[in-house]
């Protein structure tokens, strides 16, 4: 019983972390924190490391935060969160950064319905430099209208 509870438990953080990624990105990056996130809208830097790239660490840091509070105390929910944050960074980085953005070069032949309709969402996105007009959506759900046939 305690599996299907840790297996419910990472399920529904990983699927929290699609809220939180939204939320973070529209009210935060785009917000209070532009300072870190613009260099990742209009690159000014020949850097492959960008100031957004702060926002991952923070995500680690609470992500092993969860897990170490779990290894060291009876919280045993530590571990399914902490691995759950863990799993959607992971796939966001994936996403995100290789898949879209293609920091590494890998995935580029991609061409299914559904890598077509994130990469066209995430161009309109990034088609406003600026701090304010950018739409925001998570990286798993995104608006049907970009799935275009």
Not at 31 to 40: A, E, Q, R, T, Y
Request: with cysteine; net charge positive; glycine share 8%.
């Amino acid at each position: 019983m305690k599996l299907f509870f840790w297996i419910l438990i990472f399920l529904g953080t990983f699927s929290i972390m699609e809220f939180m990624a939204w939320f973070t990105h529209k009210y935060v990056m785009h917000g209070f924190l532009w300072s870190l996130h613009k260099d990742h809208h209009k690159k000014e830097h020949d850097s492959w490391f960008e100031r957004n790239d702060f926002f991952f660490i923070f995500y680690a840091v609470v992500s092993m935060s969860f897990i170490m509070t779990a290894s060291t105390t009876t919280f045993w929910y530590g571990w399914p969160i902490g691995f759950g944050i863990m799993a959607y960074g992971a796939t966001y980085f994936l996403v995100h950064d290789i898949f879209i953005h293609q920091r590494f070069k890998i995935f580029r032949n991609a061409n299914n319905w559904y890598a077509k309709g994130v990469r066209r969402a995430h161009k309109m996105h990034h088609k406003h430099l600026g701090k304010g007009d950018g739409e925001c959506f998570g990286m798993l759900f995104v608006p049907f209208k970009y799935f275009k046939k």
